[in-house]
């Protein structure tokens, strides 16, 4: 990108990060990535992907935030190959997080955890009878954005989900993949009304 261009895209962003709204009002540690102005912190773990893109910048949140992270100036060809990295592994099926309720880990494997794995299943059923978010939180004490997360997360069904990928896991599911499904198509009537 020339020169001319870039000053041009960062006047008209107001030499803001369009994710995080950081400002720096010479232009320093802002970067240009597809004709959007980002954050040196915020461009790292930009999706290369335009329609990604716009949906990466158009979850908000505060350039405090990421205080720290800019402080350590991220080198983004680093992270590239840590991510490339974490992609192989996930392709592999293998764990790329701590583990999701109702599991834990045993020699690097997800292992169902006997008590929260039945938790899983009736959390599942509850959401599928009829019980609210709010109620279903109460019974298992679980906050309703903890239990949203149970009742969309792939890992119940075998599957793995990373950088947009979902994959077949190594561990054992909890639930079927048509109970899930049926959770999500519920999910979808919800969010329709």
């Given at each position: 990108?020339e020169?001319?261009?870039?000053?041009?895209?960062?006047?008209?962003?107001?030499f803001?990060?369009?994710k995080?709204?950081?400002?720096?009002?010479?232009?320093?540690?802002?970067?240009?990535i597809?004709?959007?102005?980002?954050?040196?912190?915020?461009?790292?773990?930009?999706?290369?992907?335009n329609?990604?893109?716009?949906?990466?910048?158009?979850?908000?949140?505060?350039?405090?935030n990421?205080?720290?992270?800019?402080?350590?100036n991220?080198?983004?060809?680093?992270?590239?190959?840590?991510?490339?990295?974490?992609i192989k592994k996930?392709?592999?099926?293998?764990?790329?997080?701590?583990?999701?309720?109702?599991?834990?880990?045993?020699?690097?494997?997800?292992?169902?955890d006997e008590?929260?794995?039945?938790?899983?299943?009736?959390?599942?059923?509850?959401?599928?009878?009829?019980?609210?978010?709010?109620?279903?939180?109460?019974?298992y004490?679980i906050?309703?954005?903890?239990?949203?997360?149970?009742l969309?997360?792939?890992?119940?069904?075998?599957?793995?989900?990373?950088a947009?990928?979902?994959?077949?896991?190594?561990h054992?599911?909890?639930?079927?993949?048509?109970?899930?499904?049926?959770?999500?198509?519920?999910?979808?009537?919800?969010?329709?009304?």
């Open positions: 990108m020169p001319q261009q870039k000053k041009e895209l960062l006047e008209k962003s107001g803001r990060c369009q995080c709204n950081y400002y720096s009002p010479l232009g320093e540690g802002l970067e240009i597809n004709d959007r102005v980002l954050c040196k912190v915020c461009s790292v773990f930009a999706p290369e992907d329609q990604k893109l716009q949906e990466y910048i158009s979850e908000k949140l505060e350039w405090q990421l205080e720290t992270f800019r402080k350590f991220i080198n983004r060809a680093s992270h590239d190959v840590h991510k490339k990295g974490m996930a392709k592999q099926g293998m764990l790329m997080a701590r583990p999701a309720y109702g599991y834990k880990v045993e020699a690097g494997r997800l292992i169902p008590y929260e794995s039945q938790n899983v299943r009736l959390i599942f059923q509850d959401f599928l009878e009829g019980k609210s978010l709010n109620q279903i939180s109460r019974i004490n906050s309703v954005n903890g239990i949203k997360k149970i969309r997360n792939f890992t119940y069904i075998g599957k793995i989900k990373f947009g990928n979902i994959v077949s896991g190594s054992a599911s909890l639930i079927s993949p048509e109970l899930f499904n049926s959770v999500q198509q519920k999910f979808e009537s919800l969010n329709k009304k």
